[in-house]
């Protein structure tokens, strides 16, 4: 099925419209020996029948997280999509629709795009949010970026708490710039506020600090944020304070402002988003008033029409890669703008007390399982520091056994992660485990006792040959 | 207008149930007082309903590809077919968490190996990274890798990325982004690239060359052998900006036309929906001796049994799907926290799958017909500036006859809005003084271009009649010509709660 509409008599009435005899006459320019002689070499095609058996045959090797108990997260977490969000998400007006550059015929995207940055700002307390990015990662490489265009300033002070691979793509975006990044260690689970200090001079444009961080910790953000005053007494810039957060932490959590952040960002996919194995996810980012012409993305305005009449357009647009070219504040064009839509139309049906609800009924969930945890002879917290909703367990036997013993019987204990020791050649082994609203009692009471049983069967401590799968995985 | 959601919000209202909590903890035992936020939240309070109503009447004042013709060049605002979705909206897809094991995942991996497989075929190179999101991003990947390939041979000093000046916006931003240095070239008369301008920048410093192809006017670069054999003379590389590859599916193949990297557009041509301005899909195609400095992980196959000797005759002992991440000491890093935009990726591989080889041809061969059938039509009155040659799958019409008489491109545009068409892509490319760039795309029928024909030429009817309507159109869509000056000179953006 290749949904074209031409009938053979069409194509050939327009052929002689054209004045040509054969298609091949159209491309005739092309020397003759760039031309394929053959089709490409691609699978017979499937009808929609087909592919439907194809598809879900495929799927059936596939376990989702409703099949499983899942503790999953580093990042990408499985809170509640209420249905709602499906039903408007779905829609062709939106799901087909062109970026809004035709204001007259887009305002129902720029409206959304509008109501989704207002949200934003107040969610983080922020006074601009453009309409997205990527992902969480590459929102945080651009906030460094968004810094450094700011301060004109080259070396970036990052916490070694912040997730890993965000750390690997902030590197990734900031390599040919010739921005440095600096890794401020870790002391006890959180950013150590010593080597924050020893390592800013002159040259330093912006510190970064993950809240919750990646073991799900929350930094002291107001301590930091002195931190980089004093760092900053008698040099003529105050380094940017940019923190990445979890959307959901701040319904309950300090707003960024309070603690006196300049560019915020995050991972988005948490509000109305499902996990679809990493993508589409999106970033959110959002920021202080006097950066907003540093700011990369898409922004959306409002103001009137010709009559008058409230309408919205996309406005600051001489930053972008369409005016501005290689003097542009990002080459971001397309973003994940459907995923932003859906975050928009979850924060508006959960509202203030219900995205409170999710903040806290996950919060309590976490806590009530590192608690029931910890009380397994063995299973210690890696850190005694307030946490959210994710957390870090030593364990007795390694992460990676345990994660491969709970999954035969249907768990995801967690993620493996290794945490550099500074006494120690070797780093040490955690297992990180997640915590969502959706956990019931009985979902946390039936993964301790799964638990306690890895660690009282005798062959769960026997590595023998049973390299399978489940320990093959890469945490990045 | 609609009113925003907030003035629908009422106090104590609710859109949304959720558990009571089953466990006994209070939030100020556990976490700092010092730590919680100092002012509750104001977000609106509102039903379900009052958020259905308000959305769906959102939707109302949108174009999209079901309600009309959308003729954007280099856009490719294809039929994103309804089966996609569908399938795509399986939970088995939607909750499937990056971070679980292989062996729950091997359907998933499957499909995205056998996507890596057809994209690397359809472009003729070795092996294609899934990662990159979008477009932009799959050029900034692309020169992540030239840029790594010089390294790799100790050229630093090759650091210059020469494009013509037809390019695309992100070309130039992405080069910057990779901490590039760009050289922008003159097209010639013909609105190719000019041989002789490339030859006197080219230099030992030269990285590489940039080409959208066919190029930002919807022509088939014909000189392309020789610009790659000037470029790889100094060891530079060839980037192919994949936005027009809806004209040469299973008709070239970039890597043998002497592209060494390219990007797609999965949002373009292999019909994932845009979104309303993503996610989109930007997968990066490389030749062999570039692989190695791809994205990792590549999703790869192996023969061995999944585990050894214990799952007995099971079928899954043929082998089994994983992430190989054996080029992480040459690769350019990750470019996204996971595997791409996995949900958009699906789509291209069902898209591939029923369309088969010969699909995949006849869609460049329609969309080809259709853009020239349009040209055809419409040339005696809109001028078309390159029409030497027959266009690809687009072209490029000037508004200046028209300007003449005191209407420009823009007002053009805006009263295609009035007749349910969405705009062309205007003043772009840069070379055509007062551009409108025209894509029809492969599905749609003679009957909607025809339509799309009469309403241009309409148009250019009142130029002459009745001015007045083109200069303030739109009239009959949902807010009138909107004041973009004013969005930026009393900048708001964002209702304060």
Redesign the interface.
Known sequence: MSYIANTDKDRQEMLDIIGVKHFNDLIANIPEKLLLKDFLKLDKPLSEIEIKKRVFSLLSKNKCLNKQNSFLGGGVYDHFVPVAVDHIVNRPEFVTAYTPYQAEVSQGTLQWIYEYQSLICELTGMEISNAGMYDGASAAAEAILMASRKNRLTKALVSETLNPVYIEVIKAYTEGVGIEILTIPMKAGVTDLEKLRDLSDDKTSCVVIQTPNFYGIIEDCFQIDECITNISENKKQKPLFITINDPISLAILNAPNEYNADIVVGEGQALGNRPYYGGPLFGFMASKMDLSRNMPGRIVGATTDIEGNRAYSLTLQAREQHIRRDKATSNICSNQALCNLAATVYMCLMGKNGLREVAELSTKNAHYLAKEITNIKGFTLAFEKPFFKEFAIKTPTEPKIIIEELHKKEFCAGIEISVKSNDKAESDKLLLIAVTEKKTKADMDNFVNALKNVITTPNSQNKDSKETLNVKKEIN | ??K???DK?VHN????S??K???D?N?ND???K?????????????S?LD??R???A??????????GF?P?GS?T?????K?H?S?V????????????????????L??MYELQN?LT??SGMAQTTLQP?????G??TGL?II?AYHKAKGNHHKNVIIFPDSA???N?????????K?VEISSDEKGMVDLEALKKVVCENTAGFMLTNPNTLGL?E?Q??EISKIIHSVDGLMYMDGANMNAL?????PG??GFDVMHY?L?KTL?T????????S?AVSVREDLVKFL?Y?LVDFNTAP???G?LGEDEDCAG?F??N?DHKDTS??????????????VRAW?Y????????????S??A???A??IR??LENVYLVPHNH??C?HEFVASGNRQKEKGIKTLDI??RL?DKGV??PTIY?PLIVPEAIMIEPT?????Q?LDDFINAMLEINEECNTNPDLVL?A?SN????????V???K????????
């Not at chain 2, 929906?273 to 989109?280: D, E």
């Not at chain 2, 591939?352 to 869609?363: A, D, N, Q, S, W």
């Not at chain 2, 009393?490 to 709660?497: A, C, W």
């Open positions: 207008m609609e925003l959601i907030f919000s209202r609710k859109g949304y959720l558990p909590s089953e466990v903890i939030i556990i976490i700092d010092k730590f919680l936020r100092k002012e509750e939240l104001k977000f609106p309070e509102v379900e958020v259905m308000h959305f769906i959102l939707s109302h004042l949108n174009h999209f590809i079901e309600k959308y954007l856009c605002m294809k039929y994103n077919p089966l979705e399938i909206s399986s939970q088995l897809f939607s909750d499937i968490h990056p971070h679980q094991t292989l062996d729950t995942v091997q359907g998933i499957e499909i057809d075929e359809i999101v979008a477009g932009a991003h050029e900034f992540k840029k695309h916006g992100t130039p931003a992405s080069v910057t982004l990779a901490g590039m760009v088939f014909t392309i052998e599916l299973g008709l070239v193949k043998h036309i557009n949002h019909s929906p845009h979104g309303g301005g993503g996610p989109g930007g994205p992980p999944l585990c050894k214990d089994y994983f992430l991440s350019i890093g990750k470019i996204h926290s996971f595997h791409g935009n996995f949900a958009i990726n069902i591939i799958k029923t369309l088969g080889g010969k699909g995949l041809r006849e869609v061969e329609n080809i017909i259709n020239n059938y055809k039509k040659t027959y690809m545009a805006k809005l969405h705009a772009f492969e599905t749609e029928s003679k909607t303030n739109p869509t949902p807010v009138k010509r909107v004041d973009d004013k969005a930026v009393d900048l708001n953006v964002r209702h304060i709660l």
